[in-house]
T-cell receptor
Framework: DAKTTQPPSMDCAEGRAANLPCNHSTISGNEYVYWYRQIHSQGPQYIIHGLKNNETNEMASLIITEDRKSSTLILPHATLRDTAVYYC??????????????FGEGTQLTVNP | NAGVTQTPKFQVLKTGQSMTLQCAQD?????MSWYRQDPGMGLRLIHY???????DQGEVPNGYNVSRSTTEDFPLRLLSAAPSQTSVYFC??????????????FGPGTRLTVL
């Protein structure tokens, strides 16, 4: 799985958009970009994933650059409950690799009132 | 659906004791995994399974055994507990999505202390 680089911490004002960057310059063509978050002491929560195209769901948007070497997770209207550690993970998914995830350090997002 | 359930929530063991952490999912997911998370660190993969009867080692498998006799259950066995195994243990299950890739669901965790 390709290595990812994320800033260790970020702050965001409540109600504003939170833009979390991730660099994955060694990503290969069949690797997906995944985002998970972990709110203190809880199990990680899946947010979104994508291969090439930008993706949006009810939680967030994922913007992947054309060369796929970086991506940005966007929380459009951050709330205090979005304070968590956000993990960007790049990996191949397949019948033999299953659901393996390699977690890095992540970004601690703090949403301030 | 109950999702991914883990029991017990908390456990204290003495060095050398053995025990089994239970994990069950009712979503008919093919893929299941066990992770451990030490204080202030990210999750590390212990073992994983791509289907009933198929398991493989992850990043930190030593001291742990798994089996997958049914789709629903994926128990993690500690053979002889050591203080270094004090951690929070998370179980996860996932399914492949129509657009490619997968979506993982995590359980609430088991907090284990080995004295």
């Amino acid at each position: 799985d390709a290595k990812t680089t994320q800033p260790p911490s970020m702050d965001c004002a409540e109600g504003r958009a939170a833009n979390l960057p991730c660099n994955h310059s060694t990503i290969s063509g069949n690797e997906y970009v995944y985002w998970y978050r972990q709110i203190h002491s809880q199990g990680p929560q899946y947010i979104i994933h994508g291969l090439k195209n930008n993706e949006t769901n009810e939680m967030a948007s994922l913007i992947i650059t054309e060369d796929r070497k970086s991506s940005t997770l966007i929380l459009p209207h951050a709330t205090l409950r979005d304070t968590a550690v956000y993990y960007c993970i790049v990996r191949v998914f397949g019948e033999t690799s299953g659901s393996r995830l390699t977690f890095g350090e992540g970004t601690q997002l703090t949403v301030n009132p | 659906n109950a999702g991914v359930t883990q029991t017990p929530k908390f456990q204290v063991l003495k060095t050398g004791q053995s025990m089994t952490l239970q994990c069950a999912q009712d979503m008919n997911h093919e893929y299941m995994s066990w992770y451990r998370q030490d204080p202030g660190m990210g999750l590390r993969l212990i073992h994983y399974s791509v289907g009933a009867g198929i398991t493989d080692q992850g990043e930190v498998p030593n001291g742990y055994n798994v089996s997958r006799s049914t789709t629903e259950d994926f128990p993690l066995r500690l053979l002889s507990a050591a203080p270094s195994q004090t951690s929070v243990y998370f179980c996860a299950s996932s399914y492949s999505t129509a657009g490619g890739g997968d979506t993982q669901y995590f359980g609430p965790g088991t907090r284990l202390t080995v004295l």
